[in-house]
Structure formats: C-alpha cells, structure tokens
T-cell receptor, first 116, second 115 residues
Framework: GAGVSQSPSNKVTEKGKDVELRCDPI?????LYWYRQRLGQGLEFLIY????????KSGLPSDRFSAERTGESVSTLTIQRTQQEDSAVYLC??????????????FGEGSRLTVL | QQQVKQSPQSLIVQKGGISIINCAYE??????FPWYQQFPGKGPALLIA?????SEKKEGRFTISFNKSAKQFSLHIMDSQPGDSATYFC??????????????FGKGTHLIIQP
C-alpha cells in the first residue's frame, strides 16, 4: 500500500504479557517515529529513527519499552511485562526527512492496545 | 524542554461559524509550524503549514495566522462544517534540530461543529 501500515490494529492482552507492534513505513521514508496516544490525549513521543543513525530513545517511558528498525524498513515496538497504564493507541509515522529538515509526517492508523 | 502550548482543549462551534485554535511557542529557533487533523480511529494527517517568513497562509476554508513577535500562531476555520469535527494538533519544528528533537506537538483541541 501507499501509506503507513500498522499491525495489529487491535490487541488485547493480560497484564504481565509482552506485546509486539509492527510498523511498515512508506517506501523511501528515512525517518520513522513512534507516538503513544492515551484516550482523549495528545501525542506522546516515544522514539525516532533516522536512517542508520542511532535512534532517539528519549521518549521511552521505561525500560519495558524498546524498539528496533532494520535499515529504512519495518520497525517493531516491544512492550514487556505490560501494565494497565500501557493501554493506549500506539501511532507510527514516517517522513522523508533529509539533512535535519523535518518533513511532513505520514501517520498510520495506529495499534490500539488494551491491557486487562 | 521545548513546548508548544495549545488552547482551547475543546471547542464547540455552530455550523457556519468560525473556529479558532491558538498555539504559543517559546523557542525562537522554530521555523516550521504545521497543523495536523485527526478523525476518530485514524492517525493525524497534515492539514496546513506555515513558515515564519509569512504572516498568513490560506488554503480553502483553513487559514494559519502567524505572529512572530508574539511567538503565537493560530488556525482559523471559516464556515465551519460538521465534517470539520476532529482533533487538531499544532506543532513546531526547526531545521537545525530535525527529527524528534525538532518536532514538538501541542496537546490538541477537540473541535465539535454542531449542525
């Protein structure tokens, strides 16, 4: 597809389980972002990948959260030992950033995580 | 920490009226100010953006007004329609800090247009 694809669209899990969320960015987009959006709230930055540079992990809320990206392709966000406060929509966005200039972000539809 | 302060948090406007959402920033290095629109169940999408070399940008019923000296910018929606009901996020970024450090979102405004 032409847009950012995220899977699963919905995930219900039990407290303490690990979850993995996937993001397929738009082809050719060097930058990839993960955001968390709690119900009715704003966009909380989690992590940013730019090409082969070291990722900016400054937004990750705890060491239970981690993310990987292979080159300029798929990214996975992993949440270990999930807690109820992790319940939120996790949004992925990609952008054709170049030489430090932030371009338009294209967002996926998000993965809705519910931790029981 | 760099911040973009957005207000109001929620807004109700009658159909045909003007919706106004305001944002203020602190870092004078910001040089790109986009607005994103988010419908329920969807990801945000770029609506309109402005750079500080102009004071106003208009696209259809949507206008950004920019006041560099006051470090404020606002979104005006003319002739508001029920289909405009959505959450709107302002943002700011800077060239030298491209990437996550350079892009900061406001907390969003939930806009409802009443028929």
């Amino acid at each position: 597809g032409a847009g950012v694809s995220q899977s699963p669209s919905n995930k219900v899990t039990e407290k303490g389980k690990d979850v993995e969320l996937r993001c397929d960015p738009i082809s050719g987009h060097t930058a990839l972002y993960w955001y968390r959006q709690r119900l009715g709230q704003g966009l909380e930055f989690l992590i940013y990948f730019q090409g082969n540079s070291a990722p900016d992990k400054s937004g990750l809320p705890s060491d239970r959260f981690s993310a990987e990206r292979t080159g300029e392709s798929v990214s996975t966000l992993t949440i270990q030992r999930t807690q109820q406060e992790d319940s939120a929509v996790y949004l992925c966005a990609s952008s054709r950033n170049s030489r430090g200039v932030t371009g338009e972000l294209f967002f996926g539809e998000g993965s809705r995580l519910t931790v029981l | 920490q760099q911040q973009v302060k957005q207000s109001p948090q929620s807004l109700i406007v009658q159909k045909g009226g003007i919706s106004i959402i305001n944002c203020a920033y602190e870092n004078t290095a910001f040089d790109y100010f986009p607005w994103y629109q988010q419908f329920p169940g969807k990801g945000p999408a770029l609506l309109i953006a402005i750079r500080p070399d102009v004071s106003e940008k208009k696209e259809g019923r949507f206008t950004i007004s920019f006041n560099k000296s006051a470090k404020q910018f606002s979104l005006h929606i003319m002739d508001s329609q029920p289909g405009d009901s959505a959450t709107y996020f302002c943002a700011a970024s800077m060239r030298s800090g491209g990437g996550a450090d350079g892009l900061t979102f406001g907390k969003g405004t939930h806009l409802i247009i009443q028929p």
